[in-house]
């Protein structure tokens, strides 16, 4: 019988000081933490919560009492931990609210999470100045793309106008009897061919590639230097010129032609065409 009072007595004391333990939490918690009743009134709070919130126990309109309070008269939310967040001045407190049926009572736990809150709020920012950035270039790059879409369309449509346009120079190049030549003038000077006709080529009796390694400073051997510049000079003016030359063969021979030039420009270079008719 003694052993099992000896037992029962060491059992309470031990019982007590773990409940000595338990209730100290509270009181050395750096944090504040308040008890109230089932009504939301205080009954306590530990010396951290008294530091934090002068007269509170005697303030019963406290913005954290009336948040207590307001969840005391919910039935349903009071019985479940609930996180409420309270503002005073310019702090904000998270409230941990948990309530406690065997005694009756509703504890909460609070943090100061206004540095939380702080950080939440300047990222909130920043990500919402990148989603501007963002839009901004979206709009930007779409605007680029349609514009480069459109200058897709219009270089197809020019490409294909090229085309065409290229097509017909072919075509009325070949037609006809006459002798046609293309040519661009560099220093004030004829250059070489860069087109001939059949014709031409006829006419002065070489082969196409041959032709196009001449110029017509070769093919009329005997107009004098200035006689050229001359021609060349009332073309840069006049856009037009028609004279009279001699073209020489290949074999040697030679026949007098008449010659109309028309000026045009590719690629801000001046080029010529120019029909020699035999006379």
Known sequence: YNCRLVTKVGYRKKMEKESTRLQSFPELSPNPVMETD????????????????????????????KQLKKLARDPFNIKKLTIREVKLDDRVYELHVSYIPEIDRIRVYINDITIRKEVDEALYNHRNHLQVLVDERTVELETINQQLQEEIRERVKFEESLKASEANYKLLFSLGSDAKFVHPILNGRPGTFIDVNKNACTSLGFDREELLNLGPIEIARHQDPEGV????????????????????????????????????????????????RDI
């Open 38 to 65: 089932g009504n939301g009134a205080l009954t306590s709070m530990n010396p951290a919560a008294r530091n934090q919130f002068p007269g509170i126990d005697s303030n019963p309109d406290h913005p954290i009492l």
């Open 229 to 276: 510049k001359r021609n060349v000079k009332n073309l840069l003016q006049a856009g037009t010129s028609v004279f009279e030359a001699i073209h020489t063969r290949k074999d040697g021979s030679e026949f007098p032609v008449e010659v109309s030039a028309q000026l045009f420009y590719r690629d801000n270079t001046p080029m010529v065409v120019s029909i020699a």
